[in-house]
């Protein structure tokens, strides 16, 4: 997930630097984009998990006086809601993908590297 957030960020800096303008780099950046919203769930399920098993020990401690399940079954809402999102989210960007695809604009990996 580091290198899909990395390859966005430098896309993200040359778009700006007025360097963006090589087909390359928007296959690098919708690559690494579909690569980071693909490994998203599965940290939000870490996060999930780790919540709900410090729930069941009893090792958390709200700081604003609040139940723990309160904000943990809020947190487990949300991030159930953060993954339907980004379910949407990734599918718009495959499908996006496939017609830049198409655009002659994305290519597989080791084809920009050539």
Not at 72 to 91: C, F, I, K, S
Not at 107 to 112: D, M, V, Y
Request: glycine share 8%; with cysteine.
């Amino acid at each position: 997930m580091q290198a899909a957030s990395e390859a966005v960020r430098r896309h993200n800096h040359a778009a700006m630097a007025g360097g963006y303008g090589s087909t390359p780099e928007v296959s690098r950046a919708v690559i690494a984009l579909v690569e980071l919203c693909a490994r998203v769930p599965q940290a939000i399920d870490h996060m999930n998990g780790r919540v709900l098993r410090d729930l069941a020990a009893g090792t958390l401690a709200p700081d604003d006086g609040t139940a723990p399940g309160e904000h943990a079954y809020g947190a487990e809402t949300a991030l159930v809601e953060a993954r339907v999102a980004m379910a949407h989210v990734l599918d718009l960007l495959q499908e996006a993908s496939g017609h830049l695809w198409h655009l002659g604009m994305v290519f597989e990996p080791e084809e920009t590297e050539a």
